[in-house]
C-alpha cells in the first residue's frame, strides 16, 4: 500500500463514543462496527484528510514500536477500513 495516499473518514458512518471506543453504524446497510483505542486513534486522525504515512508515524510514537514494527501492524487494519468504507483515499 502506498504510504503517500490521503485517507480521510468514510461518509457512510454515523458514530458516538460509547464506554470508551466508537460505535458506528453504516447509514447505507445498517452494519454496526465497534473501534478500539487503536482504531479510534485512527479515526479521531482522520478527521481532516491525512497522508498514511503521517498516521502510521504518529502510532509508532504514541506506541512506542519502530515504523516498520508498525506499517506491519496497521496496514492490514487500513484495509479493512477501506474495503468497508469506514476510511477513503481523500
Do not use: H
Amino acid at each position: 500500500m502506498d504510504l503517500n495516499i490521503q485517507l480521510s473518514r468514510g461518509d457512510q458512518y454515523i458514530f458516538n463514543e460509547v464506554d470508551g471506543e466508537i460505535v458506528m453504524m453504516n447509514i447505507t446497510t445498517g452494519l454496526y462496527v465497534s473501534l478500539n483505542e487503536t482504531a479510534k486513534q485512527i479515526w479521531n486522525m482522520l478527521e481532516k484528510p491525512q497522508p498514511l504515512s503521517a498516521v502510521v508515524d504518529a502510532l509508532s510514537v504514541e506506541y512506542n514500536v519502530t515504523r516498520e514494527q508498525c506499517e506491519k501492524d496497521v496496514l492490514p487494519f487500513i484495509e479493512q477500513l477501506l474495503e468497508r468504507g469506514i476510511a477513503i483515499k481523500a
